[in-house]
């Protein structure tokens, strides 16, 4: 397991990412973004914080999200590099 630090612009994250509670933890399930933003996110990834805050559950991660003033947030993720990519469509990031 790695820790990933991603600063993404907050519309992005309220339109594209998936968040699914599993147990205690906060996980990423889906992420449809553009092509130029990239393959962000690998299936799995914990959300360990979002500005520094952790977020529990789903209802407060998008409340934080809706509630941010900023244009972008900074989230820390704990990933297992094992774990498959979200590819975007027709993307050409050629990790695995
Ligand atoms: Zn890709």
Known sequence: MVSVKLTVETEHLQKYL???EIGERLCVSK???????????HHGDH???????????KDLFLQMLSSSIASEVTLVLTRNKKAAVFHLEGCSCGDS
Do not use: D, Y
Request: hydrophobic residues 35%; proline residues 8%; aromatic residues 12%.
């Open 47 to 57: 959300i360990e914080s979002i500005n520094g805050f952790r977020p529990g559950t």
């Open 18 to 20: 998936g968040v699914q």
């Open 31 to 41: 992420w449809k973004g553009p092509l130029h933003i990239g393959c962000l996110f």
